[in-house]
């Protein structure tokens, strides 16, 4: 599934990275602790967390993961949307808390191996 797809199947609000919605999505990851997801994310998945500050941004580019996922409504701060947009990784915003965002995420196939 392409990011384009899975933001309008969502109602993911697009923070920055418009121009990377043709990005093919291989998996998900869930987790808000920056170690964690060095570790354990891959590259392909999208990344839900509540996280907001810029160190987000550079584990999304170590990892090459597909997109970040923000939770809760929560908006990335000024300096995140700065250097997600230098580095090209796109920011979306979602309403739901990670748990029901992250069961829409598998319902939608997102996941399934």
Same mark, same amino acid.
């Given at each position: 599934?392409?990011?384009?797809?899975?933001?309008?199947?969502?109602? *993911?609000?697009?923070?920055?990275?418009?121009?990377? *919605?043709?990005?093919?999505?291989?998996?998900?990851?869930?987790?808000?602790? *920056?170690?964690?997801?060095?570790?354990? #994310?891959?590259?392909?998945?999208?990344?839900?967390?509540?996280?907001?500050?810029?160190?987000?941004?550079?584990? #999304?580019?170590?990892?090459?993961?597909?997109?970040?996922?923000?939770?809760?409504?929560?908006?990335?701060?000024?300096?995140?949307?700065?250097?997600?947009?230098?580095?090209?990784?796109?920011?979306?915003?979602?309403? *739901?808390?990670?748990?029901?965002?992250?069961?829409?995420?598998?319902?939608?196939?997102?996941?399934?191996?």
């Amino acid at each position: 599934m392409k990011l384009k797809e899975l933001t309008k199947k969502l109602s *993911l609000i697009i923070r920055c990275g418009e121009n990377t *919605l043709d990005t093919e999505i291989t998996g998900g990851y869930v987790s808000d602790l *920056l170690s964690d997801v060095i570790n354990n #994310a891959q590259k392909g998945d999208v990344w839900v967390t509540m996280q907001v500050h810029v160190n987000i941004v550079a584990v #999304a580019v170590l990892k090459e993961v597909a997109a970040i996922i923000i939770v809760q409504g929560r908006e990335p701060n000024e300096d995140t949307l700065k250097k997600a947009k230098e580095e090209n990784i796109p920011i979306l915003v979602s309403k *739901l808390p990670a748990f029901q965002l992250v069961g829409k995420l598998y319902e939608s196939g997102i996941g399934k191996t």
